[in-house]
């Protein structure tokens, strides 16, 4: 089993920045890649950025430019830097960390969800 927990969530203005963290513990080792999603009211839960243990990224196209994934592996912490915030980057953002066997496929474990507000 792997155990995700985020902080760092908040209210913001618009063009305003946070920064959130995602500390993994437990099975680690199994794990490939890791990332954020987020679900704003209404709508369905959507990838934002993800990183691979080798330190590729991948970004939603309404974050490019604005949002930096990270990680620090000696502290199995995944961070999302958030920057120039805008309203409609409201949501719960959600850690998701997942491993790929043969036996079992993708096996997704999920963060308990930190909520962002951006006020215009």
């Known amino acids: 089993q792997v155990q995700l927990v985020e902080s760092g969530g908040g209210l913001v203005q618009a063009g305003g920045s946070l920064r959130l963290s995602c500390a993994a513990s437990g099975s680690i080792f199994s794990i490939n890649n890791m990332g954020w999603y987020r679900q704003a009211p209404g709508k369905q839960r959507e990838l934002v950025a993800a990183?691979?243990?080798?330190?590729?990224?991948n970004y939603a196209d309404s974050v490019k430019g604005r949002f930096t994934i990270s990680r620090v592996n000696a502290k199995n912490t995944v961070y999302l830097q958030m920057n120039s915030l805008k309203p409609e980057d409201t949501a719960v953002y959600y850690c998701?960390?997942?491993?790929?066997?043969?036996?079992?496929?993708?096996?997704?474990?999920w963060g308990q969800g930190t909520q962002v507000t951006v006020s215009s």
């Open positions: 990183i691979t243990s080798g330190g590729s990224t």
């Open positions: 998701n960390a997942f491993r790929v066997s043969y036996a079992e496929g993708r096996v997704d474990y």
